[in-house]
Each structure stands twice: as C-alpha cells, then as structure tokens.
C-alpha cells in the first residue's frame, strides 16, 4: 500500500547571497574547470594527512563564502554542514574557528541538500545568516568505506569517484538585490530496496529520488516542465537511468529537465565509470555552475535533489542492505 504523506516546506526569506567551491585537482580537469573558486593543484592542500587536508578545504570554504558575501564572521549567525567521515570530523573541526552556532549534519552525500533545508529553516525563526555546506575527500572516503588506497584494487564498472572538494552557500533572510532564493524543500524518507552492492551507489539510491521527486510534485502540484532543470545529486549515469525508468513507472517524465552532478562533473576519459560521488559532488556544482546560471538567468526555476546512501562500513561487511534518502530544494529567481 502506498502511504502517500505531504513533506513539502515553504519558505520566504532564505536567500542566497552567494556560493564558494574549493574542488580537487581532478575535479577541476572534469567538465567544469575553471568554474571553481579555489582548484587545488594537489590534493594534499599542503597538509600531512589526506583528513588535515579536507578540513582545511572546509575551513578555506567558510571563510572564503563569507568574504564573497560581503560579510563578516562576525555577521553570520550558525555554521550547518557535514561529511563523509565518520563523527563528521573534517566540518566540526573546522567550525572550531568561527564564532557562531554549528549544526553539524549527517546524511551522506544527500547533506548538502540537508544542509540548505535547515539552514532555511533557522532563517525562518530569527537568524539573519547562515552558511550551508558540505564536502568530501576521494582518499579519506576510498579507505574508509571501501579498501586502503595502497592495495589498488580494481573498480567496478558500477562504481562511482568520490568527488574531493568542498561548497558553501550563505543563506541570508534579507537581500537588498534580486538574487536566488530557497522557495521550496521536501523532506525525505528512508527508502530501501534491498541493494547490497557497496560499489553501485546508483541503484540503492535512485528509488529514494524518484519517491522524493514524485511526492514534490503531488505536493506542489507541479510537473517536471515548470522548471528549467532537475539536478540529482551523485546518481551517476546508471542511476540516472534508473530514476527515468522508476519516475516514468509513476506517471512523471523527467528525461528533458534531468541532469546528475556526479554523472556530469569528470569527462569519460578520466575513467570515473559511472562519474562522481560523495558529498562534495552536489555542493560543488551548485556553488559553481547552477548558482552561477541562476544569477545570469539562463536559470528561472529549478530543483536539486541531494542523494545519499546511508550504510556504513559496518554494515556493509555484516552484508545488509543500503537505505537511501532523497532532501529536494526548488531554488527560483
């Protein structure tokens, strides 16, 4: 039976006043080079561990999103944000350098989603300015969920490249200019359909979408054409496939507005496989490409869904299955 439940939020006042990437060295020789702020030419950022480095890139992404902003750290009113790593280490150690509150999130690589969802939130009830964030880091994810980086081991084709990276948007609840706004957001649930493979993050996590995305239409009473483009988070290109199959089962046709950020964020000749992951992926082209767009107004309307596999090394190895979740955010202007 299907137990359909409204989890559709408006909002009024969460503004984007602007975003702020720091990409790796091979995400910046992928499809979008040259959009990001910071391209780091080794993905070591000058640090003695592959993790000093990736909280480094948050810390960088902080401070460089409230300066692009205008502001001050003393102008912002909560940190919110998260990443792959276990106890969110990366995002709560950086945060030890700001003054105001911090949020710290977990939901895989659907975080960055989350992140926007509460920090519009938080907006609603006081704040003036927030920064949302998230990212990930391909050599501390690898050996963590997966195999030592010194054992090279062979991929799968299904597999996905973690993206290393990190993006930040500051959320404001006044704008003196026309810039884009958070209109919009649907909550996910936990969907899980028994996938196992730890490698084809696509599979387990397009039935989340596709719940996510269709119960955002019902709510709204809006179809795929109102907006100008849909954007999953890391689905990659099997995923994607699935998601068009699965929307279409539901009575949707996404195939002209779907996009992936993973799928499109290396070139084919990087053999990522099925593209990138990880919670960078998402927080990455939104800060860089689609925010960008959005401010030129090649961009109206649209809707990015965070995608997020929520096993863990633990679980995995016990042989349980992956549950997924889908946070959507309609982002206007």
Known sequence: MNYYKKRTLSFDNAHIIDGYTVAGPKENDGRYKGFFDVALEDDMFGQNTFE???RKMFEHAIDGAIAKANLTNADIDAVVGGDLLNQIVSVSYAARKQHAG???LYNACATFVESL????N????GFENVVCMAGSHFSTAERQYRYPLELGVLRSPVTQWTATGVGATVLSSKSEERVPRVTRATIGRVVDYGIMDANNMGAAMAPSAC????????????????YDVIYTGDLGKLGSDILLDLTRQEGYDISEQ??????SLYWDEQQTYQGGSGAACSALVFNSVLLGR???GEYKRILLAGTGALMSPTT????DTIPAITHLVEVTI
């Open 294 to 296: 959005l401010r030129r």
């Open 122 to 125: 938080v907006l609603s009830n």
């Open 102 to 104: 911090f949020l710290g």
């Open 52 to 54: 000093r480095a990736e």
């Open 316 to 319: 995995s190895f016990q042989g």
């Open 211 to 226: 719940d996510t995305l269709v119960t955002f239409f019902k709510d709204t009473d809006t179809q795929p054409s109102d």
């Open 258 to 263: 779907l996009h992936d950020c993973g799928a």
């Open 117 to 120: 969802i509460i920090g519009a």
